[in-house]
């Protein structure tokens, strides 16, 4: 808003810059092509009746200054006033132009808003005493939904989560992020274990790639995170397929890797053979911050192809936010984490992140 605001003064910086040539070049030298360049510059930056004023303030600055120099005539006097005319009206059809495009374009995000949050609904903030807070960033703004995913459920089993990342791009991702929903919204309350739910997911994902047929049927593929909370909290256990492991985040900002025991690829594949799902439990204290996401924040890298690493700058933040008084929230730790990506890459997201953060709040004395 900065930067657009300073923007709208260009065409008048234009101007003034005519004015200055004009006065200390000799009076055979006009500065008419100048002056028609305001005109232009405003049509992206003004208003239809800023761009009508920033024409006429042209039109009457030449008509000075010709008259100063003693070169209004017809030639260089009377010309430059129409063609100075017809370069404004020229530059109200390109900002009209410009308007109709940019409402196309808001009219595409909301849509893809609107579709986002039917495909991707945000959870909600608290299930229980579990504190939960998911961020989805798209690599294109326009796109609002990609092939990553996040899911969290209060199931009969206790809160089941799942962060995920299908092959693929477009609405074919966008379909099989469908798919993976959709299975894990009926096999989480239906399954009585981990295992039967990732072999639930791993029926559902080939029977869509069948359907689909081609090259998703051989190929297509979700990597996953899958984490289920005990009733009271007190452990975590976790399915890694083939995913970027979580970070644990204790109550002193102490940072832990969730490594698994045991690789094991990404769902949709048992078509190529079958493998163990080794189930991984660790404690998940009081205070502690459960963090899980996408590959499009492991594989973020710098402008030297050095990988963001979470574990060792999330800590930092963490703690910095600590000092200052003010504790991070979920939401602000994935607040946190997503501009610290742009910080390291510069600005440019490079894949979709999904994320999310699950906290456990510290136990209250009785008193």
Request: glycine share 10%.
């Amino acid at each position: 808003m900065v930067r657009l605001s300073r923007a709208k003064w260009i065409p008048l910086g234009v101007i003034v810059l005519g004015v200055v040539l004009d006065l200390v070049t000799p009076t055979d030298v006009t500065s008419a092509p100048l002056l028609m360049a305001a005109p232009v510059a405003a049509a992206p930056l003004l208003s239809l009746r800023g761009i009508i004023a920033t024409g006429a303030l042209a039109m009457a600055v030449h008509a000075v200054l010709a008259w100063h120099d003693g070169t209004f005539g017809w030639q260089r006097g009377v010309a430059n006033q129409l063609t100075l005319l017809a370069v404004t009206v020229l530059a109200v059809f390109i900002n009209r132009a410009l308007e109709g495009r940019d409402a196309r374009t808001r009219r595409a995000r909301h849509i893809a808003a609107v579709v986002q949050s039917a495909v991707l609904p945000r959870p909600p903030s608290r299930l229980g005493e579990l504190r939960i807070a998911a961020r989805y960033v798209p690599a294109e703004d326009e796109a609002m939904i990609g092939g990553d995913l996040y899911v969290v459920q209060d199931t009969p089993h206790g809160v089941r989560v799942m962060v995920g990342d299908v092959r693929g791009k477009g609405l074919g991702a966008v379909s099989a992020v469908c798919a993976d929903l959709g299975a894990f919204r009926y096999a989480a309350d239906e399954a009585e274990d981990l295992p039967g739910l990732v072999a639930a997911l791993e029926r559902a994902l080939l029977h869509e790639g069948g359907r689909r047929g081609g090259q998703e049927q051989d190929e297509g593929f979700t990597t996953a995170l899958i984490a289920e909370f005990a009733d009271d909290l007190d452990v975590v256990r976790v399915v890694n397929r083939g995913h970027p492991p979580p970070l644990l985040l204790d109550a002193e900002g102490r940072a832990t890797v969730l490594e698994p025991s045991e690789e094991a690829p990404p769902l949709g594949m048992s078509a190529l053979g079958t493998w163990p799902c080794p189930v991984d439990t660790f404690r998940f204290p009081p205070g502690a911050t459960l963090v899980l996401y996408t590959d499009g924040v492991t594989e973020a890298r710098d402008e030297s192809g050095v990988f963001y690493d979470a574990s060792v700058r999330l800590p930092l933040l963490v703690h910095h936010r600590a000092l200052i008084g003010d504790p991070a929230t979920p939401a602000q730790i994935l607040h946190l984490l997503i501009e610290d990506v742009g910080h390291h890459t510069g600005g440019r997201i490079q894949d979709d992140q999904a994320l999310l953060a699950l906290h456990r709040p510290r136990v209250r004395p009785h008193r």
